[in-house]
């Protein structure tokens, strides 16, 4: 299965799909109700969310429900951008892009380096300590929020950047799916590779890091998404307004605009805060689907 | 004999368990001291051995006991209702959008992620005006005149509905990338033997994506144990405290209104953990068992 040529089977194959072409369109008839059905039900509710950031507030608590606006006003989205002095969301977007572009960089960084102890390499323990290690992880956070909180203080990263970047570097989620994956690579490749003399750095570096691509990429995205979207610890670690990030931010409007007074520019504030995380989803998407064949690596 | 000591895992794995040390270990550690004390968060922790869990165990008068049990009960019910549908749903998405002939992959993929990159609290007020009952969805298209939030079944409904939306994308993410890497040729081999899309599903996706599967179940489970945002935001614990979740009450036990008992909810906190502790475990060697 490791030799086969690429394009000849794809060829065959097309001739094949043909011959079934009864039973695959059944199934793609299915595959498609099934995928509407969802997304419909998934963007009824995103689309309210956008449209609501449109509305007056006198619409929002009068109208019923209306997936668009009887009128679209633009009301919240000026008050919002011009309201700097108790909200600048602008300052808040950049701080959260700083910190959680920082962050992603050395998650991947950790996350590959570890997993490939964790997976490729062999020494006394290995597993126990990997297991210990996730077992410990598991206890919920809140266990260890205080005492977190007084090493971050000791190190004297309140109110700093560093108190967002370096903590989540320790966690073992990213680790166990990248170790999993690294796991599933043919242990003949670097095996050879070592027969030939190339040492762990250079095997982790030239062949398993670019097999677990996409694996990194994912990762990237949740660590992203994580860290622009984690609201309990900075609202613990940051009491100066200026140095939140977003989502710090949006819990300080909530109490400014109130819960159900000012629904339009909550939900305005909230839609300015998913946009860099959306476009890096939608940067990031095209790696998922692309085909990477371990059992062709094989060839080296 | 000398044996030469080889130095290159201690650069591989050195790095994060430094890491590892400061920040997860020594705080938990600490917190498990702390499960042993009697704390307000303010003066020093005082020593009282096995106190605060023979209280949450034993002691059928306390509130600690019932706040335990109830909310170990509504935790349980949330993960028995959530976690099935965080996998099955994501993973036949994924297996959908492998369909040759479905087209427009990307934009599905995306109105299915995005749900999952609206913080929470937005997330809840969208989804409390949905189900309100004036302005919402349900009273004005479904004629429903309940209370969603304020009545069961419909307030564990809700919790779940908001749950699955935001879930559903990171589960998916995970199988579209772990299915991009199974071969290709593995399909076509079995398509030329007559295999149906059921039969390849089975025989070919399902095992050669067993430790993302095994992964995801894990993380999903442990996470929806330590869930706390939605009940909260949703229903408040409500109706009748019947979706109070073990982590409202050790957070209010910790930093709610009045007086902390910070060491009565670590001691709480390490029970939960210990449960996510053996039910990952027995999930891990169950599913790495049965693949095999």
Redesign the interface.
Known sequence: ?AN?VVTE??I??EK??RK?SS???I??Y???L??IF??V??????I??IT?SFRSQTE??S???RLLPVNWIFDNYVNILENTSTAPIMLWLRNSLYIATFHTLLVVV?IS??G???SR?N?RG?DT?FFT????????????????Y??IDALGWVNTSWAMI??G?????N???VR??M??IPKELDESARVDGA???RI?FSIILALVK??L??CA??SF?GSW?D?LWPVIVYTDVDKMPV?AG??LL?DIYG?YRM?GQ??GS?IL??IP??LL??FA????????????GIKG | MKKKL?L??V???G??LI??A???????L???Y??FTKWN?MSDPVWVGLDNYRTILFDTESTFHTQFNNGLRNTLVFVALSVPLLIV?PL??A???E????KM??L???????????????AA???S??FNK????T???FGSDTAWAAHQPYAWIIIIVLTV?GG?G?NM??Y???I??V????Y??A??D?A??IRKFFSITLPSIR??L??TFV?TT?GA??VFGQPLMMTDGGPQQSTHVL?MY??QL?FGNGESI?GM??AM??L??LV??VI??LQYYVMNRNAT
Request: charged share 5%.
């Open positions: 299965m086969t089977p794809r065959n194959n094949g799909s079934w039973n695959i369109s199934s793609k299915i595959a498609y099934f995928l969802l997304c039900i998934f963007a009824i509710p995103v309210f969310g609501t929002v608590v109208a019923g429900f950790v380096i570890t490939y102890g964790y390499m020494f290995r300590l290690l996730m077992g410990i992880s598991f206890f919920p956070g809140v266990v260890n929020l205080i005492p977190s007084k090493i370096i903590p570097l320790a966690g073992m989620g680790i166990f799916l999993q994956f796991n599933n040492s762990d750095f982790y996409p694996v990429i994912v995205l949740f998404t979207n609201f989502t949006l819990l909530q819960n629904i909550l939900m909230a805060a998913i995380t959306l989803f939608l998407q095209k790696y998922f689907v692309q085909s990477i064949n371990l059992n062709s | 080889n290159a895992p650069f591989f794995v790095p994060h890491l590892f400061v920040f997860i270990f020594l705080p938990t600490y917190g498990i702390a499960s968060l749903i036949m998405v297996v959908a959008l369909h040759k002939k479905v992959k990307t599905i993929q995306s109105i299915l992620y995005i749900p999952g990159l609206i913080s929470i609290s937005a007020l969208i989804w005006l949905m004036q302005l919402g969805i009273g004005n298209v939306w559903v990171g993410i995970i579209r990338a772990s991009s890497g071969g290709q040729d593995l076509e081999a398509e030329m007559g149906g899309s430790f993302p095994i992964f993380m442990a144990f330590n982590m050790i957070r910790a910070a909810a670590s906190a390490v939960l953990g996510i502790l990952s475990a």
